[in-house]
């Protein structure tokens, strides 16, 4: 029994180049109308997010705007995994800019109308945060369908830059027409490059990868329980996670107050000055990320993709206290732009190594958790840190936030589970450049086995992974 737009099934490498001749064009025409109405959905991101600091200056707020931009997508993340392994991705991740473009359409003819309350905006990042949450696993596992194993690597660099690019863009184009114009043309761009984005995407024929099942096709209820069991008992998955939601927390989510720290400790007292102050932070970390993005884009980073996850995230803490510690404004986005050239050497092979050794038709519920991870870590993380920051100064949070992310990724690294997790990543890491994602898998797998005493749902997972493959 097959399911048309599902993943390949467990045990079957991802294609190598040959197979995929037109994959350069595929990948052009995805990657470009992903970043027409990433450019789109970056605008409304950063002109929100000043508007509130600007009219409230509040971290409470701040922290709203976290919530309600982050929570929906954790929650939706737990069935879009799902979907993304059982229907054509190509689809999904249309339905989800759709569905994005018309929420803001609607918000800007209501504030057009003269309605305009605050309750309003955050309904709308709800919704748009709904949207991320079932767009993102579609995303991350739609990249392998199209891109040989082999050049994943590479491909997610270019994406990075490309992403990075946007990133630098987008911060100064939402300076000029936040302060030439209004919040509402803002949202009218959003609209347009979304359709724009859409269009593109419609044009991408891949036929789609076929789930093949030894019996009758499980249950929605089943693949979410199998998925859970997968990601409990892969011994480099779990560990990932935690690591991931650990930077989010601790690094993530304070620097989402650097805009506070401007606002607060190098504000002119001008509102337009102001604004192009949190515009230049902006630009300062997407030149960062531009150039880290490029850098792994040439270079294919190093065959050990777990030391460079490790070290990126030990780069995170010190930049944290250094943004912390900074005496000027301009000390403080060259902090920044370090941070955002250390964010490429995190999220890249944090993405491939997870598209390498993830079996295909695992990786929408995978990614999904992933996606869990991150919309639930930032919200969490900000409603300490967000009110916190209303009663000591955002420095000190800064600070306390990188000493702490030095001691949790050492105890990550140094405890029995982490080295286990590690050693099999290092194997993994080793096979996926000669043999592909059914070899690395397997080494996974093999590092899974040490714990099966201490888990026993990873010999349940293993015992589905054997009966299914």
């Known amino acids: 029994m097959t399911d048309d737009g599902a993943a390949a099934g467990p045990g079957v490498a991802q294609a190598d180049e040959a197979d995929r001749p037109h994959w350069r064009r595929h990948i052009v025409l995805f990657l470009g109308g992903q970043t027409v109405t990433l450019f789109g959905s970056m605008l409304v991101q950063y002109a929100v997010m000043w508007h509130i600091v600007l009219e409230t200056g509040s971290g409470g707020m701040m922290a709203l705007v976290a919530v309600f931009g982050f929570l929906p997508q954790a929650i939706v993340s737990v069935f879009a995994g799902v979907w993304a392994d059982r229907h054509n991705r190509k689809y999904l991740i249309m339905g989800a800019d759709g569905a994005i473009a ?184 997407s030149i960062g990320m531009v150039v880290g993005g490029l850098v792994i884009a040439v270079w294919g980073g190093m065959k050990n993709r777990i030391t460079m996850i490790i070290v990126s995230s030990l780069a995170f803490g010190a930049i944290s206290i250094g943004l912390g510690l900074s005496p000027n404004v301009w000390v403080f986005y060259g902090f920044m732009l370090i941070c955002g050239l250390a964010v490429p050497f995190f999220s890249t092979p944090s993405m491939t190594i997870l598209q390498e050794t993830v079996e295909p038709d695992r990786q929408g519920r995978v990614f999904g958790f992933v996606g869990i991870v991150m919309a639930v870590a930032m919200p969490v993380g900000m409603l300490v840190f967000g009110p916190l920051a209303d009663i000591v100064p955002v420095e000190w949070v800064l600070i306390a936030a990188g000493i702490l992310t030095f001691i949790v990724v050492a105890l990550a690294v140094w405890l029995p589970s982490g080295r286990r997790a590690v050693a099999a990543a290092h194997a993994a890491s080793a096979r996926s450049d000669s043999t592909g994602a059914e070899a690395s898998a397997a080494a996974f797998a093999a590092g899974d086995s040490t714990e099966a005493e201490e888990q026993p749902s990873a010999a349940e997972a293993d015992e589905e992974r054997t009966r299914r493959g």
């Open 102 to 285: 018309v929420s803001t359409l609607v918000l800007a003819v209501v504030l057009m109308a003269g309605y305009y309350e605050l309750w309003l905006i955050f309904l709308t990042l709800a919704i748009r945060s709904v949207g991320a949450g079932i767009q993102t696993p579609a995303v991350s596992a739609f990249i392998p369908q199209i891109v040989p194993t082999d050049k994943l690597m590479r491909v997610n660099g270019v994406n990075g830059a490309i992403q990075s690019g946007m990133m630098l863009l987008a911060p100064a184009a939402a300076g000029a027409l936040y302060v030439a114009a209004s919040l509402v043309a803002i949202f009218w761009v959003d609209v347009i490059t979304a359709a724009i984005g859409i269009a593109i995407l419609a044009t991408i024929s891949v036929p789609p990868l076929v789930r093949t099942f030894s019996g009758e096709r499980p249950s929605y209820m089943a693949d979410l329980r199998e998925g859970v069991r997968y990601v409990a008992g892969h011994a480099f998955v779990r560990w990932f996670l935690v690591l991931f939601a650990i930077v989010f927390v601790l690094t993530v989510a304070p620097s989402y107050l650097t805009p506070l720290m401007i606002e607060r400790s190098f504000s002119t007292g001008v509102a337009d000055t102001d604004a192009w102050l949190l515009t230049l932070l902006e630009i300062s970390f």
